[in-house]
């Protein structure tokens, strides 16, 4: 397992942009595909954004044209650019890592997960 730290969540208005960083431990980060997810109150954590080993990105429908994740191999990092954020994306995201490569869209996919960071858009 890796060990992951978010970073970058705030309190932005509509239309805002953040970005959240996700440092992780370990040597083999590389061979992870890196993912983040977040959770509203009362809804399940529902995925965001993916980047495989091979720098493959995926994005959920909801945040696609707004959100860029990329990462860093050199500083072991995950980066999620957000832009045009609306108060829809209020929620804690998470930075999860998934060892396999596999079920990239579902939670279930990932076996370290980050202590997530807050991120409040209000209208």
């Known amino acids: 397992q890796v060990q992951l730290v978010e970073s970058g969540g705030g309190l932005v208005q509509a239309g805002g942009s953040l970005r959240l960083s996700c440092v992780a431990s370990g040597r083999t980060f590389s061979t992870y595909t890196m993912g983040w997810f977040r959770q509203a109150p009362g809804k399940e954590r529902e995925f965001v954004a993916a980047i495989s080993r091979s720098g493959n990105t995926y994005y959920a429908d909801s945040v696609k044209g707004r959100f860029t994740i990329s990462r860093d191999i050199a500083k072991n990092t995950v980066h999620l650019q957000m832009n045009s954020l609306k108060p829809e994306d209020t929620a804690v995201y998470f930075c999860?890592?998934?060892?396999?490569?596999?079920?990239?869209?579902?939670?279930?996919?990932?076996?370290?997960w980050g202590q997530g960071t807050q991120v409040t858009v209000s209208s």
């Open positions: 999860a890592a998934n060892r396999y490569g596999s079920s990239w869209y579902s939670k279930f996919g990932y076996d370290s």
